[in-house]
Structure formats: structure tokens, C-alpha cells
């Protein structure tokens, strides 16, 4: 699918809101909903197969592994960024640890409870909320272990450098974890290219999933030194020949990192997927930062602080002083969006177009 007019036409709340909280949770998409009541359905027959459920989230293992610029075999099964996050963390050599001091919890708890643990975990400030590239290379130094970073920062939209922070961590010999929630299904990722060692990502944000299907991507080499948060049935070679008794044999591959799989999420989370594989990456990734340039440029005329912006990002935040009622000014006019703290949060993904960027500025009005 290469029209985006057909795949707006893929979600049906768009026909009664202008949707542009994408950074919160995504809308249901026909296919995503077609999966979710088929599995119903099957459930409520009590003629279903979980294994056949436990396929469909096997094959999200290649469709996550394409948007990255991975391999299939180095990608793991979770429930939540928290886990995927912790499961690298819990098998870190000790040394030090950097994390931006705003980051979403999900991406900074599991760093931060390894001081308990004896290590060094230096949170970067973020002046007016906002972490950029440069503070974070500045705290990258010799014995530093790893970095956690968010691409596109959850409260505000702000987009770091990520080839500038793989090109640092590789001279210090530190792993760059990257949380990819608020990036990945709008922005195109290479692992590769941007020198990344883990990247992990929720699903039920841009990629357009039910929430309950996560995805940790570990680079070949970083492998042998990633251990299972709970190892679990999942975790060695073949997970469904035997369910009984030892001995534990990891699986080579990241199959190992696996936690169970909650069974509806997974269908939906495979039918999001590969409706996401129907379009072309750059031409997503152009529509979501153009729309987001257009509504920042306007709202910028009009007089409206916005936070700033380094990398462009499909994610605009306008300082407001009365959050509440902007909130239900923009609720008004059937404008969904998300108000964190002082800011109004808006995100456009590849299904909104010329006309929600227009409600919305006429739902905001002018200073």
C-alpha cells in the first residue's frame, strides 16, 4: 500500500476525531480489530489454538527485525519496554551507567535501581525538560558501561542524535540502549547504521499494536552477555517439546530473552505489523515529519512557545498556562492530544494528513 489516503482509511476513529495522541496510545486500525474479535471469537467457540496465537507473535519476530535493520533471530518477545529494559540491565558488567534525568520512568527505573548493585548511574540534566545530544556525549566517559536513551522523548518530542551518541559510545566501549516507543513506526531506525546495541519498543504507540506486545532487538555480538530476566519455558531452543523438567539450555538466539506471551496481544500485535509492512518507511517518515513541520511552523506565527527542536521529529510540544483548558478547548472541537504537566503534547503518524493539522490550529486558536 502505497497511498496513505488508504491507509488513513485503515482507522475508523478518524471519521469522528482528529487523532494526534499517537504518543499516548494509537487508535484501533480495521486489521488490528479484525484480529482481536477473530481471537474472541475463537475463544468464546472454545475451538482455538494458542499455539496458532503463539505463531503469529513468532512471525512479529521478522516483521520488528525489518524496521530496525536486524535479523529475526536477534530479537526477543516481551511484554513491556520496563522488562526489555531490565532484562539488559540486569546482565551489565559493573561500571557506569548514563540516562537522561527526564526520561520516561519505564526507560530510567531499571537504571536506576542499579545502585543498589554498586553501580554509577549519572542522570543527565534537562534543562526546561529537555535532554539534548550534546550534555549526554559530555557525560559518556572512560568506564562508562552503558547509555539509555530515548530517540523521541516522551513528554515533549524532543528527537536526539542517535549516530552522534553510537559514535561516542563506541570510543568510550559502552553499549547505547535505545527506547524507540515514541520513534519507531513513524521514524525509520538502523541499528547499524546509528551504532546501536539494543533497541526496544512497546507496541500499542506508533507501531499501532495492542498494548501487551513488546520487542528487544541485541545486537549479534551483544548476545553471549545478555542473560533472561525469568527464565521461563521460553527460553530454551524448543520452548514447545517439552514442557516438564530440566535441565535449562538457553536458546542461542535472543529466543532466550522471551518472557510468555500474553495470547490476544500477540495476534493484534502481528496484523499491526504487517499493515505497517504494506508501506514504504520513507515515505511514513516524510508525511509524519512534514505534517509536524507544517503545524510547528504556524503554531510558531502565531505566537505559541513551543519546546525546541534539534532533530525533526513527527512529536510537538506547546508550552501552555492553563493546560486544563486548552485541553478541553481542544476536546471541543473533537481534537485529541495529550496535556503532560505544562505542555500540549501533539504526534502525527503517516494516517493523518493536511486536515487535522488544520483543526488543530484552528482548535488552538492564536496566543
Known amino acids: 500500500m502505497t497511498d496513505l489516503a488508504a491507509f488513513r482509511a485503515q482507522f475508523p476513529a478518524l471519521g469522528r476525531v482528529t487523532y494526534l495522541n499517537n504518543a499516548t496510545a494509537a487508535p484501533g486500525a480495521l486489521p488490528v480489530l479484525d484480529a482481536l474479535r477473530r481471537v474472541e471469537g475463537e475463544w468464546e467457540a472454545g475451538e482455538f489454538s494458542w499455539q496458532a496465537w503463539e505463531a503469529e507473535g513468532e512471525a512479529t519476530r521478522e516483521l520488528f527485525a525489518r524496521l530496525v535493520g536486524g535479523h529475526a533471530e536477534d530479537v526477543a518477545l516481551l511484554p513491556t519496554l520496563a522488562e526489555a529494559a531490565a532484562t539488559v ?74 549516530e552522534e551518541l553510537g559514535r561516542r559510545c563506541r570510543e568510550a566501549g559502552a553499549r547505547l540502549f535505545v527506547d524507540a516507543c515514541q520513534s519507531l513506526g513513524a521514524l525509520r531506525l538502523d541499528v547499524n547504521a546509528a551504532g546501536v546495541d539494543f533497541v526496544a519498543a512497546h507496541g500499542y504507540k506508533w507501531l499501532l499494536a495492542p498494548r501487551g506486545a513488546a520487542w528487544l532487538w541485541v545486537r549479534p555480538e551483544r548476545l553471549d552477555e545478555v542473560r533472561p530476566l525469568a527464565p521461563n519455558w521460553k527460553s530454551i531452543p524448543d ?16 529466543r532466550k530473552l522471551d ?109
Open 259 to 367: 518472557a510468555p506471551m500474553a495470547w490476544f496481544s500477540w495476534p493484534g500485535a502481528r496484523a499491526a505489523l504487517d499493515l505497517l509492512a504494506t508501506l514504504d518507511p520513507e515515505a511514513v517518515e516524510r508525511r509524519c515529519l512534514e505534517l509536524a513541520a507544517a503545524f510547528r511552523d504556524e503554531a510558531l506565527a502565531r505566537g505559541f512557545d513551543l519546546v525546541p527542536e534539534d532533530a525533526p521529529t513527527q512529536v510537538v510540544a506547546i508550552r501552555v498556562s492553563d493546560p486544563r483548558q486548552v485541553r478541553e478547548r481542544l476536546l471541543a472541537r473533537k481534537v485529541i492530544g495529550a496535556v503532560r504537566a505544562d505542555l500540549l503534547r501533539l504526534g502525527f503518524h503517516a494516517y493523518n494528513d493536511e486536515s487535522d493539522v488544520a483543526a488543530a490550529l484552528d482548535a488552538l486558536g492564536s496566543v
Open 239 to 254: 520452548p514447545y517439546s517439552e514442557y516438564y523438567g530440566g535441565p535449562l539450555t538457553l536458546a542461542p538466539t535472543a
Open 89 to 162: 540491565a540486569g546482565s551489565l558488567p559493573r561500571g557506569r551507567v548514563v540516562v537522561g534525568e527526564r526520561e520516561f520512568t519505564s526507560n530510567l527505573f531499571p537504571w536506576l535501581a542499579l545502585r543498589d548493585r554498586g553501580f554509577d548511574v549519572v542522570e543527565v540534566p534537562a534543562p526546561d525538560g529537555v535532554t539534548r545530544t550534546d550534555a549526554m556525549v559530555e557525560a559518556i566517559t572512560d568506564g562508562t558501561v552503558l547509555v539509555a536513551v530515548t530517540e523521541v522523548q516522551s513528554s515533549n518530542g524532543f528527537r536526539v542524535h542517535l
